[in-house]
């Protein structure tokens, strides 16, 4: 079929064009956002989930939801190696510009400026990968201390009376927030934590890999209570279904029941690789209604594509080591796998592998779901791993 009309879009938190079975929680979120503007109690939220189950088009999606209900919005992606106040700052500092042009808002926006000065001040020595430009002067002991758990409270409290002022609420997006040393997460939460007690319309909504929930927990304790923590997993059947069916029937073309069991089997559920095998069966398929057989010849096509763009990109980021323990992993199946057994797997002792094990947590690559516990963060990476390190070459 015509390629210009596939209405399919797999990619890296590429809108799908229909986003189905995220409702509740988006109604969640904005029932959290329509609270925090009227000084009410409002949990914030950590999206967790594993690669590729959508968690970055949900978060866009509740973003835009928010701007179209006048929520200001700031929105961070956490790549490894960067620090929570070199994400931070310069976001904060175009919000708080925006926010100086509510006239009742502006001299505590201003205020929160001067704040911004002095936490970047203070907190550029140690923190050398800040890079903002500073509107005004500092003000003395306004977050200066040079205490990042400190300072932070304080300049998001500048950033709550702001934001209370212009009648509005203030809402921090994070992507990718399990790479946040867990130091600077500590920050974080305290800061929360201290607009919750101070009742200010400010509110985090975050996104990260499973881990997250557990990393937060040891920064912490409060954590728990402080965030709702939904978990993001495969679509629903239903939900599912309608991902596909309503692109299709937006185009003018159906899809044959048998074909679209085959779709929803071979991905089980999983929001990219549903968008990734339907854009290749519409590739594959000659006219409408797309059968069984289009899903058939359009496998090959559409696992090649899912090995390279989205498997091999976080496979080439191990070291040989590193690629061996995955594969010890895909070698017992789907997990998660007892750590001992993947030691007993790779003919190793369990302590000499912790350190790999440690290495791939870092990267995103595996989590713990329980101690002692190994799985992937990425769905089906076992049969990839089983596919570009085939039979026992890897041993």
Same mark, same amino acid.
């Given at each position: 079929?015509?390629?210009?009309?596939?209405?399919?879009?797999?990619?890296? =938190?590429?809108?799908?064009?229909?986003?189905? %079975?995220?409702?509740?929680?988006?109604?969640?979120?904005?029932?959290?956002?329509?609270?925090? !503007?009227?000084?009410?109690?409002?949990?914030?939220?950590?999206?967790?989930?594993?690669?590729?189950?959508?968690?970055?088009?949900?978060?866009?999606?509740?973003?835009?939801?928010?701007?179209?209900?006048?929520?200001?919005?700031?929105?961070?992606?956490?790549?490894? =190696?960067?620090?929570?106040?070199?994400?931070? #700052?310069?976001?904060?500092?175009? =919000?708080?510009?925006?926010?100086?042009?509510?006239?009742?808002?502006?001299?505590?926006?201003?205020?929160?400026?001067?704040?911004?000065?002095?936490?970047?001040?203070?907190?550029?020595?140690?923190?050398?990968?800040?890079?903002? =430009?500073?509107?005004?002067?500092?003000?003395?002991?306004?977050?200066?201390?040079?205490?990042?758990?400190?300072?932070?409270?304080?300049?998001?409290?500048?950033?709550?009376?702001?934001?209370?002022?212009?009648?509005?609420?203030?809402?921090?997006?994070?992507?990718?927030?399990?790479?946040?040393?867990?130091?600077?997460?500590?920050?974080?939460?305290? #800061?929360?934590?201290?607009?919750?007690?101070?009742?200010?319309?400010?509110?985090?909504?975050?996104?990260?890999?499973?881990?997250?929930?557990?990393?937060?927990?040891? #920064?912490?304790?409060?954590?728990?209570?402080?965030?709702?923590?939904?978990?993001?997993?495969?679509?629903?059947?239903?939900? #599912?279904? !309608?991902?596909?069916?309503?692109?299709?029937?937006?185009? %003018?073309?159906?899809?044959?029941?048998?074909?679209?069991?085959?779709?929803?089997?071979?991905?089980?559920?999983?929001?990219?690789?549903?968008?990734?095998?339907?854009?290749?069966?519409?590739?594959?398929?000659?006219?409408?209604?797309?059968?069984?057989?289009?899903?058939?010849?359009?496998?090959?096509?559409?696992?090649?594509?899912?090995?390279?763009?989205?498997?091999?990109?976080?496979?080439?980021?191990?070291?040989?080591?590193?690629?061996?323990?995955?594969?010890?992993?895909?070698?017992?199946?789907?997990?998660?796998?007892?750590?001992?057994?993947?030691?007993?797997?790779?003919?190793?002792?369990?302590?000499?592998?912790?350190?790999?094990?440690?290495?791939?947590? %870092?990267?995103?690559?595996?989590?713990?779901?329980?101690?002692?516990?190994?799985?992937?963060?990425?769905?089906?990476?076992?049969?990839?791993?089983?596919?570009?390190?085939?039979?026992?070459?890897?041993?």
């Amino acid at each position: 079929m015509d390629p210009v009309r596939n209405p399919f879009a797999p990619g890296a =938190g590429t809108p799908p064009p229909e986003l189905a %079975g995220r409702d509740g929680l988006r109604e969640t979120l904005r029932i959290s956002l329509a609270r925090a !503007r009227l000084g009410r109690p409002a949990k914030s939220a950590m999206l967790v989930g594993l690669r590729g189950v959508g968690k970055t088009v949900l978060m866009a999606q509740v973003r835009r939801d928010a701007e179209a209900a006048g929520v200001h919005t700031i929105q961070i992606e956490a790549p490894e =190696g960067r620090s929570l106040p070199a994400l931070l #700052a310069p976001e904060l500092r175009q =919000g708080l510009l925006r926010l100086s042009q509510f006239e009742q808002a502006k001299d505590l926006a201003v205020r929160a400026l001067r704040a911004l000065a002095g936490f970047v001040g203070k907190l550029k020595p140690t923190y050398k990968d800040i890079e903002v =430009g500073i509107d005004y002067e500092a003000e003395a002991g306004l977050a200066d201390n040079g205490d990042l758990e400190h300072d932070l409270q304080a300049l998001m409290e500048q950033v709550g009376l702001a934001t209370k002022a212009a009648g509005t609420v203030f809402a921090i997006f994070i992507d990718e927030l399990q790479y946040v040393k867990e130091a600077q997460l500590a920050a974080l939460i305290t #800061a929360m934590h201290r607009i919750e007690q101070r009742q200010l319309p400010v509110v985090l909504v975050g996104a990260g890999l499973p881990q997250l929930r557990g990393r937060m927990g040891n #920064a912490k304790s409060y954590a728990e209570r402080l965030f709702d923590f939904p978990e993001i997993g495969a679509l629903a059947p239903a939900a #599912a279904a !309608r991902a596909i069916e309503k692109p299709l029937q937006a185009e %003018g073309v159906e899809i044959t029941p048998e074909a679209l069991g085959q779709i929803l089997d071979v991905t089980r559920g999983y929001a990219y690789f549903l968008q990734a095998w339907a854009s290749h069966t519409w590739m594959a398929a000659k006219g409408s209604p797309i059968v069984v057989q289009d899903v058939h010849r359009a496998g090959t096509t559409a696992i090649a594509a899912m090995d390279e763009g989205f498997f091999r990109v976080r496979f080439d980021r191990c070291t040989p080591k590193e690629k061996k323990y995955l594969r010890a992993m895909a070698e017992l199946g789907e997990g998660p796998h007892r750590s001992g057994d993947i030691a007993q797997c790779m003919a190793e002792r369990v302590s000499s592998l912790a350190p790999t094990r440690n290495a791939l947590i %870092g990267k995103g690559m595996i989590w713990s779901p329980n101690h002692g516990d190994t799985a992937f963060t990425v769905p089906m990476f076992d049969q990839f791993m089983k596919r570009i390190m085939p039979a026992d070459s890897w041993r």
